[in-house]
């Protein structure tokens, strides 16, 4: 649906705050509702009056005032979207009001996010499609002196949604179709023509850059390997670099520690955190952000065959270092750790995330709800922080204590890619913090939120493009110079 500022269209929506005592448009209809407690307001409720008799009007809850968020907007016209698109509406319009506490520009983005949100589905491999997209126009009454703030941050959520929807395709697609080399093209064919940097190296170059990990991991499949780098140079005359790093195994069978089959029908999302790199640059380069930025994917799958990485190997690394492998469902740390010494000594990022579904053991501890988080800098992972709030994208920052890093210490080796059984998040993390070379660093453990198995809000069942806002409010924002 096309997002405009205007006063047209076939419905009118009223936003409706919970028990509300009086509304000033739609009266009667909700007197009736409320004397008969048919409808209450609650966030994203939604009461139609809508036929070839009706008044053409619908009522959309907001919840309880004193809680009205972003998130919350975003989450009540996500509904609508829905409702809208079931009764078969192509057009309509909402008075939008000043909400005290609540910036009027962002307001209107919230809203024209979850109506945006309201139209993802995949459905690629459906014969009869399920997803109908009906509502053609929704228009925007704004205020008069916020009208071009308000259309800058439509034109902006507009971009963001489409890196979200992107990062969603890519994760959701199955292994069979979404090898390395697929994903690589992908990122060209999406990034190029916006002017992003899209390099891809193959085996060959990997192994001159001594990427002994992450080959490490690649040698059991067939499909080759492919280091993917995304650059946006968006101040040329800054120095400072931000570099975002995504694990991109596009299939993780657990190798020779071979995962239960259960647990494997979900793997072809193991390469969630490139795909969200890959969405982020895309949202980079379309809202033209004035900022440097780098991201980098070491995209390969984990499987099995006479030449793949066993448990009691040790094995080498980019930065030197030796890593004793007691695991091999333990990879994604491997890949990165060549991906991130590359983003600090090749690219002299000034500053690094990376984005992994890394560890189970994050699923256990937080769930599906927040993204778990490693840091080496206060400064930077209060930066990441405050991103994540804006984009209602939940991070908690996981202890980092000196004991954590002995767990992960060699026998025969520098390292273990394990650390035990308990604390596995916390370990992982750690394990990727030897890589960075002191730079500031945050490692972001989405393996609970990049994929639901039932949507939830405005996130739909599958992928969810967890963290695309976080990054793209963190490039945005970042002070990115060395602290």
């Known amino acids: 649906m096309k997002i405009l500022i205007g006063k047209s269209g076939e419905v009118e929506i009223v936003p409706v705050f919970k028990n509300a005592d009086n509304v000033s448009k739609a009266a009667e209809l909700y007197s009736y509702l409320k004397e008969r407690d048919l409808w209450k307001g609650n966030c994203g409720e939604v009461y139609s009056d809508i036929s070839h008799k009706g008044s053409n009007i619908v009522l959309l809850g907001l919840g309880e005032e004193e809680k009205l968020s972003l998130d919350s907007l975003r989450k009540a016209f996500f509904n609508l979207g829905k409702e809208l698109m079931k009764l078969k509406v192509e057009s309509a319009f909402i008075t939008v009001p000043k909400f005290e506490n609540l910036c009027y520009r962002k307001t209107n983005m919230s809203i024209a996010e979850g109506l945006l949100q309201s139209e993802y589905s995949f459905e690629k491999y459906l014969s009869e499609k399920k997803t109908k997209l009906t509502v053609k126009e929704f228009y925007l009454d704004v205020l008069e002196d916020k009208k071009d703030k308000v259309e800058e941050g439509i034109e902006e959520i507009n971009n963001i949604v489409e890196g979200i929807f992107l990062t969603r395709d890519l994760v959701n697609e199955p292994a069979i179709v979404m090898t390395p080399k697929e994903l690589a093209n992908r990122a060209k064919e999406e990034l190029s023509p916006l ?236 394990f990727l913090e030897e890589f960075v070379n002191d730079i500031p660093w945050v490692h972001l453990d989405i393996a609970g939120t990049s994929y639901i198995s039932k949507g939830t809000g405005y996130l739909p069942t599958g992928a969810t493009g967890v963290p695309v806002k976080t990054l793209y409010n963190l490039v945005k924002n970042c002070n990115c110079k060395h602290n």
């Open 195 to 430: 002017g992003v940097e899209v390099e891809v190296l193959g085996q060959e170059k990997i192994e001159e850059l001594g990427m002994e990990a992450f080959l490490a991991v690649s040698k059991g499949s067939a499909n080759e390997p492919q280091f993917i780098i995304m650059k946006w140079n968006g101040d040329k005359n800054s120095e400072e670099k931000l570099a975002l790093v995504g694990k991109g195994l596009t299939y993780d069978s657990g190798g020779y520690c071979i995962k239960p089959a259960d647990s494997m029908v979900t793997m072809h999302t193991d390469m969630a955190g490139s795909g969200a790199v890959i969405g982020t640059m895309k949202s980079i380069a379309k809202s033209k952000l004035n900022k440097n930025v780098v991201a980098l994917v070491a995209a390969c799958e984990n499987l099995i065959s006479g030449e793949a990485y066993k448990t009691g190997d040790i094995i080498g690394s980019m930065a030197g270092k030796t890593i004793e492998v007691l695991n091999t469902d333990a990879e994604g740390r491997l890949t990165l750790a060549d991906a991130l010494y590359y983003a600090a000594t090749v690219e002299k990022a000034t500053k690094i995330v990376d984005v992994a579904t890394l560890t189970g053991a994050c699923i256990i501890a937080l769930g599906s709800v927040n993204t778990g988080a490693i840091t080496n800098n206060e400064e930077f992972m209060s930066e990441v922080e405050e991103a994540a709030k804006k984009a209602g994208e939940p991070v908690w920052q996981l202890p980092s204590n000196d004991e954590y890093r002995e767990l992960i210490k060699g026998t025969f080796g520098d390292l273990k890619n394990i650390g035990g059984r308990g604390a596995g998040t916390i370990t992982a993390g750690l």
